[in-house]
């Protein structure tokens, strides 16, 4: 019992946080709780961009049956620094979406870390659905990509290490 609250902890290490915009529940900020700090700012000082995936979904429950789920809605939120200039740069990206991904430039650290902290809104509309949200932080280029490879073909697809995750949480 003991190695699987450890595996749990050290698996779903990321725990995000949902605040609703207002009472009816039309939109939420999603809030990444816990960001690795010194391992944004290793990553960073790497040359390294650092991800946070917010992903967000609508689940209608069954009874007898798995839950039926809407397409994910997925926001990307990608922080990388110039090696020449030094300058950090803030990428956000809905993907799916059709438009072009929106960057802007960031002063500090601190900066960063607040922006990729949070989603930002995220226009939802429950209709008796629940709400589901997936966190995950990447400091790419941190792995190579044979190793991701392998573990993926190894697991038969069902691994695919992307960094730290907080798994699918439900909120109602």
Known sequence: MLFVLIFVNTVFAISPEVKWVDEEKTG?????????????????SKGFSTENKFEVRLCKPRSLWFDKCDEVLTLLKQVGKDPISGKLSLLVDVLGDGEDPEERSLQSEEDALEALRSSGLVPISLEGRKLSVRVTETCKGSYSSTVRRISRILSLGVIEFRGDTSGWIEFE
């Open 28 to 44: 939420v900020n999603i809030n990444s709780t816990d960001p690795k700090v010194t391992s944004f700012r290793e990553c960073v």
